[in-house]
């Protein structure tokens, strides 16, 4: 019996393991892939490997294109996900209290993560069709990403404000503390990484962003627009260096906020001895 079991365990192990190597290999296979063929001297983006050469990177970095593209991403991302930030910590903080349809709310918020992509892209150019808007990127353009950020900008910061001990809030007041002073020295200095960490995730969302920017975009390119055009005009040899680049970026951003997630995890585990 006890051989058996050793045996099924075995087995067991070596079907987790298959299935594991299978997994990351779909998720991480594409990404290696196109990280290999950004240092092919070939002029045809696929295989065999012709040569190893950073050409298509410096071909990339001293296009025109590329950088104003990228600068407005940058600049999208960065205006966008200050306004989704401060707009879902205000939210976070009202949901703190009752007021009414509070849940009716609760899921208008949320409304734009469930709606697909092509149709909000739809319904947001048919909302500025009918407002006379015209399509830019510092105006269309960044209202349908903040509008798309937002939601996910409160389901990050909603529960750690929520967890928030609020104990401290009354210290403070019951020491004669005003609620804005309350909120300066109490409340912002604890969740500030918190804040941080919603920021990075909302400008990585932003700067990723292709099918609303699609649809509300004007004569300026964003990265993912521009690449999309790339792709569909021409197969261009230095596409997967750009698009590692784009990657990087995501990434780095990305694991900025992890960290300063998990200083906000190691924050709201803190409680001040009695």
């Known amino acids: 019996m006890s051989h058996s079991r050793h045996a099924i365990s075995q087995a067991s192990t070596v079907v987790l ?28 983006i696929g295989f065999p490997f012709r040569g190893f050469t950073f050409s298509w ?11 104003n593209s990228l600068l ?9 996900a200050s306004i989704a930030t401060i707009l879902a910590l205000g ?53 349908a990403h903040v509008n798309w950020v937002l939601p996910f900008a409160f389901l990050t910061l909603y529960p750690r404000v929520h967890g928030f001990d609020r104990a401290l809030e009354e210290a403070a007041m019951d020491l004669g503390a005003r609620r804005v002073e309350v909120f300066r020295y109490v409340i912002f ?12 995730f909302s400008f990585s969302l932003s700067f990723d962003e292709f099918i609303r920017t699609l649809f509300v975009t004007g004569h300026e390119r964003t990265i993912p627009v521009m690449f999309w055009t790339m792709v569909v005009d021409e197969l261009a040899p230095e596409l997967p260096a750009m ?32």
């Open 17 to 44: 393991s298959i299935y594991a190597g299978l997994l990351y290999l779909f998720l991480y296979g594409p990404i290696v892939m196109i990280g290999f063929l950004s240092f092919n001297q070939s002029t045809i």
């Open 57 to 67: 990177y410096e071909k990339v970095l001293q296009t025109p294109q590329f950088l």
């Open 72 to 80: 407005n991403s940058i600049g999208v991302g960065l205006v966008a």
């Open 91 to 143: 939210l976070t903080l009202a949901f703190r209290r009752d007021f009414p349809l509070k849940g009716i709310v609760f899921n208008l918020v949320l409304t734009p993560i469930v709606m697909p992509g092509i149709v909000g892209g739809i319904v947001l150019l048919m909302f500025f069709g009918y407002l006379n808007v015209p399509l830019s990127l510092w105006t269309t353009v960044t209202v």
């Open 189 to 200: 200095p604890i969740i500030r990484p918190a804040i941080i960490a919603t920021f990075l």
């Open 243 to 274: 698009a590692v680049l784009i990657i990087l970026i995501s990434a780095v951003s990305s694991l900025v906020g992890a960290v300063a997630t998990t200083r906000t995890g190691r924050a709201a585990a803190y409680r001040p001895s009695s």
